[in-house]
């Protein structure tokens, strides 16, 4: 890579996330102060191992966005087997937590295999869908892209982990369409799918995910059980107001009634403590990150650039969508680690990597296509 293409490299895109992460180590130290009264003793400690992780994010973005990310197209069909190895492996041998078998332990370490899926499935579409840039609109190619993103996706759901596996298919759709797929054939199946969803949900989601959608529909059914953190979370998030109670003083977080307030439910903890101005600083922020990565894709000089971005873009803004939503009721509970800003090393470094990911394609947009 020539010096003169350093010059390309986004420091706002790395500014915006560096923003995020900042925002949620501060929040993660807020909700960890029930668990941790003495504060940051330790590298056990919440904030201690997201800024851990983060520095490793940040080392391994640099590695890739200094590597050709055309090297990672050509490695497509075995990073696509590894994700399937992966997800596959969890199944039988990952560690259950919370009702899900989503994670196994490498060397003392818990990886959550479907944030690895997630990444190597975009770059294999970005691969086959960009290989075929003239026959997209043909049934077959149609279809096999739709059999890629569902074969994760299916593997996903069998842990169970809804949330991720509709996050594989708003992906695929958003990747199919940027590659010139006709909208008619995407309204026609999903059409077919929403159609099919009464008889999916008998067939498939098992009484843990079903006992999930109707705890969503009243949570006052169980409020001391499965209700308990849907309720409290709702009551967080509207005892903010609009200055919120001030950080370190929400009473549903300090007193620990919200169950996961440094995971799942951190969105929560920014409403109570820091109230709807924190909210809007909190979207901003994910609003100028997106408009970066949409950037990365108009800049792209080749189609396997493009829908990569493409792919990134939608997979953060689904992320931040259905956290959000499950957040204030809008969406049941699904287990979506809001990005940048939960706490998990595996969604963090992952970002990271699809951060280098984008930085590489800017830093190589003015050359030749591959």
Do not use: C
């Amino acid at each position: 890579m020539e010096r003169r293409a350093v010059r390309h490299f986004d420091y706002g895109l790395l500014l915006l996330a560096g923003a995020l992460v900042a925002y949620g180590t501060v929040l993660i130290y807020s909700a960890s102060l029930t668990a941790y009264p003495d504060g940051i003793s330790g590298l056990s400690h919440p904030v201690a191992k997201q800024a851990t992780f983060a520095l490793f994010g940040l080392a391994v973005m640099a590695v890739i966005a200094w590597m050709d990310y055309r090297v990672f197209g050509q490695l497509a069909p075995g990073l696509y087997a590894l994700s399937i190895l992966i997800l596959v492996t969890v199944l039988f041998l990952g560690d259950t937590a919370f009702g899900s078998r989503r994670w196994i332990t490498i060397g003392g370490t818990q990886i959550q295999a479907s944030e690895v899926a997630k990444l190597l499935t975009i770059i294999t579409l970005a691969r086959f869908l960009a290989d075929r840039q003239l026959q997209i609109t043909r049934l077959r190619v149609f279809l096999v892209s739709l059999a890629m993103a569902a074969l994760p996706a299916a593997l996903v759901m069998a842990e169970p982990d809804m949330g991720t596996a509709i996050i594989f298919g708003a992906v695929w759709v958003g990747m199919v369409l940027m590659a010139g797929a006709r909208v008619r054939q995407v309204l026609i199946l999903g059409g077919f799918l929403l159609a099919s969803i009464p008889f999916a949900a008998l067939a498939i989601l098992g009484d843990y995910q079903r006992d999930r959608i109707a705890l969503f529909f009243n949570p006052n059914s169980d409020p001391l059980g499965g209700g308990f953190n849907i309720l409290q979370g709702e009551i967080s998030v509207g005892s903010g107001g609009v200055f919120g109670k001030g950080l370190t003083e929400g009473s549903q977080t300090q007193l620990d009634f919200l169950q996961t307030p440094t995971t799942d439910y951190i969105f929560s903890v920014l409403g109570e403590e820091l109230g709807l101005i924190g909210a809007l600083v909190l979207l901003a922020l994910f609003t100028a990150l997106l408009f970066r990565t949409i950037r990365v894709a108009t800049l792209a000089r080749d189609q396997f650039g493009r829908l990569l971005a493409t792919g990134i873009a939608i997979m953060i803004l689904f992320q931040v969508f259905i956290n959000i939503a499950v957040n204030i009721r809008l969406l049941p509970v699904t287990g979506i680690p809001l990005p940048f800003v939960s706490q998990g090393g595996s969604s963090l470094i992952m970002l990271f990597v699809a951060l280098g990911l984008l930085q590489s394609v800017l830093l190589r947009h003015r050359q030749l296509e591959f």
